[in-house]
Nanobody
């Protein structure tokens, strides 16, 4: 399974940025799709997750500012980030729970860097 993430970059505080992550490679079905983030010296943390039925959950720190969505036909998950804060600076990783070759597995993207700074 390959997860290709796009959309990171530098943005000023209060600005917006969108991330996308497309999954490919022998996937039968995808259940959960999500975004995690990590800063050096800290554990990777969940940012947002969306289930196949469309239900979502968010970290408290991003609730109301970030929106996760998915396109099942394109096997792509999106993260729209608004009102960005310097503390949102991190490497963002997409994550999927998918069936490949009859087996459920968790797969990670390569990470895309988001920097919020003036």
């Amino acid at each position: 399974v390959q997860l290709q993430a796009c959309g990171g970059g530098l943005v000023q505080p209060g600005g917006s940025l969108g991330l996308s992550c497309a999954a490919s490679g022998g996937i039968f079905t995808i259940n959960k799709m999500g975004w995690y983030r990590q800063v050096p010296g800290k554990q990777r943390e969940l940012v947002a997750r969306i289930i196949s039925d469309g239900s979502t959950n968010y970290a408290g720190s991003v609730e109301g500012r970030f929106t996760i969505s998915r396109d099942n036909a394109r096997r792509t998950v999106y993260l729209q980030m608004n009102s960005l804060k310097p503390e949102d600076t991190a490497a963002y990783y997409c994550n999927v729970l998918a069936v490949t070759q009859g087996v459920w597995g968790v797969h990670w993207g390569q990470g895309t860097l988001v920097t919020v700074s003036s």
